[in-house]
Every structure is written in C-alpha cells, then in structure tokens.
C-alpha cells in the first residue's frame, strides 16, 4: 500500500473555497501539501509542533548556549563527549530554557557547565515545532498562496495576474488577490529564521 501524504493543517479545502468564493475540492489537498512545504522552506520552520517528543543531535561550540530547532516541550537534554559516543543526562535544575517563558524554545542555557565542542554531540528531546496550533497569519497565508494555485489551474474569464513563489505559479482575477499575496509573501518573510 503507497503512503500517501497528508497535510499538516495549515489550511483547509474549505477555507481555500471560502476565499474563492468557489466549492472546494478535494484534490486541492495535493496544493496545500505543497504550499506547506514551500512555507517550511521558506521560513526554515515547521509550524505544528509534533505530538510526541523525539530526539535531535546537536554541535556544542564550548559556550553555555545551545542553539536548537524551534520546539515546544523539552523532556530530556544530554551532553556528550566530543563525538557524542556517551551521553549524560542534565537534570531539569541545570538549564534554562530561551526563552523561559513563551515558545518556540529556540535554546538550552546550562547554569553551571559549558555545552563541549563536537560533532552531534549533545541530544536533546523535545517536541519539534514551532507552535502547537498553526499561527493564525501563516494559516491565512497559506490560504492566500494555496488559493493562488488553485486559480491558476482554473479555466476562468476575465484577466488573471500571475506571480511565482519558489517553482509555483499563482494567479488572481483581481488586484486583492495580488495584494493578499503580496500581503502572505510578508507573512512568511517576517517569520524567516536567520542563524548567526
């Protein structure tokens, strides 16, 4: 049986059919796969944090700052030696989560030692994303873009304007609909992670 993949939820047929003003369809859920994925790499997140905590490697630099994946729980951090063939578990008293109060947690601060400098040497687990429920401005844009696509693939009359996002064309009859990508290209610019 072929796996077929589903959406995250950062939209749906219906809301896209709601913006068009058209029924909505089921195939589109291929488009909005797809435009989930462009948001992901084009902000360098993903926005539905997992359900369940699993585990990710890390490099230390030799500083008492770790910089990790947006996530919204940790359950276990570990420092390594330099190649992170043995891991020792920090108890919850020895880091501070950044930042302490709000997510995404974006890194461990440990109060009294230093993360040691290797290759994947440190394992944390957590819950990996950036938010529990998708952001209401990224579901909007990911309607927004979505919808865009979904235009573009319709025989319709009147004059379309059509712009290109990372290898998809989108299309709107009207100037909202380009002012509404223009809007959602802001969106996800606005969300972009940049690394020092």
Excluded at 160 to 179: A, C, F, H, M, P
């Amino acid at each position: 049986m072929a796996f077929i993949p589903k959406s995250k939820g950062y939209t749906t047929i219906e809301d896209i059919g709601i913006y068009l003003g058209i029924d909505a369809q089921e195939d589109w859920d291929d488009f909005i796969i797809s435009i989930e994925k462009l948001i992901e790499q084009e902000t360098g997140r993903v926005f539905v944090a997992d359900s369940v905590a699993g585990i990710r490697y890390f490099h230390g630099q030799g500083s008492p700052f770790l910089r990790i994946d947006d996530c919204i729980e940790v359950t276990k951090v570990e420092t390594g030696d330099t190649y992170g063939d043995s891991f020792t578990e920090i108890e919850e008293d020895g880091y501070i989560l950044v930042p302490r109060e709000d997510t995404p947690i974006k890194g461990i601060y440990l109060k009294d030692n230093y993360w040691n400098k290797g290759i994947g040497n440190h394992r944390i687990t957590a819950k990996w994303g950036y938010s529990e429920d998708v952001p209401g401005d990224i579901k909007l844009a990911t309607t927004i873009l979505t919808a865009g696509i979904v235009k573009n693939n319709i025989k319709s009359k009147g004059d379309k304007v059509s712009e290109r996002i990372g290898d998809y064309t989108v299309s709107y009859s009207q100037e909202k609909g380009l002012n509404d990508f223009n809007k959602a290209k802001a969106i996800l610019d606005s969300y972009k992670l940049f690394l020092l």
